[in-house]
């Protein structure tokens, strides 16, 4: 017998709690077999995870006892089966439920009375000698149902925190391993990070080190360092990028804040431990442009060597451009859709953990320049023009030294938009290369990167036809 991926000895409220961090999981195809003895929680489990599902806690969800199954109108439509009154196989057949397991969310009772189902999840509930307790054992494929061994970790964690009956709804993930929950209750909600190990370790470090000095990271409510899970603070739903896109005007007013914080925050010497983002760092990190984009988009022997100097050339130029200013603390991921405009007005940060130590213009260039998105000309001169008021930097110096930062930093995002599509499987970040090049080709003409401009102009753009070439050699 295979070993579990988990075991849970659960109350009524963990058993819920679970069902309920395991339903956003589902999706089309999934089949959860709900194995255990009469009284054991089964058709509990499943009316918490319907329930969920259907974002809807009062929804009515009878036991399928008598009519052998009930289905729900849901995306994907949920069919819940109880067998124990099943006579004949045929019965299953007429029903549909063999049909509809492809297309659906299956939780099936009782589903010794029927054939195997190949890739099901099975959950094997049993009574405890605690009549408050029952025992869930979690089988399946370890890697199709890691994600249910995860569902079950956090709802051990939400239920340590306070937060077993919150309702939980699936708010974000980004090209990492990072997602992000919402929990509800009572008009309270809270949002769950899970993470790593790893990831949480900085993570945390960040955010102490960022409130201790005044400004808006999340509120930390709780955390397991270990399994890599925390809840905190919900800032709510108005990213920055949502908000300037409702309201064009706003955008201006919102740089310059941005920008007085930024210049806030390199009034500081940099938090411990951070790596260093100089001269060196920066060449090996752009790297990622001559090792991805030019074959993919097939560049001739020309140009590949060229994109092979552009690492060395950044060396030379960050030593010429800013290496006289001492690094400052840069929260490096920083752009229109990592910062919330709080109900209260505040400039909340989130996605801090891979803070580096570099050049104080280094954050700027990054929300001004965003490869995402576009800015008004005049927002992003009123920002610089703020943040060099705040700092009394040399101006010329700066705007050179932010040409750079900001080539750089596109140089390496064309790269990393290319591995995701042809490493990863991900093609969606190529509707963005189009305006990330255009970046690229105003930072590099500034006249202090003459020869960086030189390599780049030897580089196939990302023409519509590139990005189909490009396209055409993405992972499946």
Known sequence: MAAALLTLTADAALTAAFARAL?????????????GPVGAGKSYFARALIRARLANPAEDVPSPTFT??????????????????????????????????????????????????????TLRLSNDPDRDLRRIKILGDPLRWARARRAGERAV?????????????????????????????DGETAVLMDADAATLAPYLAMT?????????????????????????????????????????????????????????LAS????????????????????MFADYYPDAAGADAEAMAAA????????????????????????????????????????????FQDAVATHPGYDLVSVLHDARRSLPPEAEEAAIARFLAETGLDPDRFRAAFALLGAQRNLRIMGIFTRLCIRDGKPRYLSFMPHTWALIGR??????????????????GPTPEILERIRSRCRP
């Open 208 to 264: 102490d080190w960022l409130r201790t000095r005044g400004f808006d990271a999340p509120r930390v409510l709780a955390a397991d360092r270990e399994r890599g899970l925390a809840l905190i603070e919900d800032f709510g739903d108005a990213q920055l990028a949502r908000v300037i896109e409702a309201d064009p005007a706003c955008a201006q007013p919102l740089m310059e804040r941005i920008a007085a914080m930024l210049a806030q």
């Open 68 to 121: 052998l199954v009930q289905t729900y109108d849901g995306t994907p439509p949920i069919w819940h089966a109880d067998l124990y009154r099943l006579t004949d196989w045929a019965e299953i057949e007429e029903l549909g439920l063999i049909d509809a397991l492809p297309d659906s969310i299956a939780l099936i009772e009782w589903p010794d009375r029927m054939e195997a189902v190949p890739g099901a999840l």
């Open 443 to 460: 930072e590099v003409a500034h006249p202090a990167l003459a020869d960086l401009a030189a390599l780049v102009a030897r580089q196939p």
């Open 308 to 351: 092979a100097q552009i690492a060395p050339t950044v060396v030379r130029l960050h030593a010429q451009l800013c290496a006289d200013l001492p690094p400052v603390t840069s929260l490096r991921d920083f752009h229109a859709e990592n910062l919330i405009l709080t109900p209260d007005d505040r400039l909340g940060l989130l996605d």
């Open 157 to 185: 964690f939400t239920q340590a925190a306070g937060w077993a009956g919150a309702r939980v709804a699936f708010l974000a993930g980004d090209a990492s391993a990072r997602r992000y929950f919402r929990l509800e209750r």
């Open 23 to 35: 339903a956003p999981e589902l999706g089309a195809g999934d089949t959860l077999l709900l194995d």
């Open 268 to 287: 500081f010497p940099p938090a411990p431990g951070l790596l260093h983002l100089d001269g060196p760092e920066m060449a090996r990190q752009v790297g």
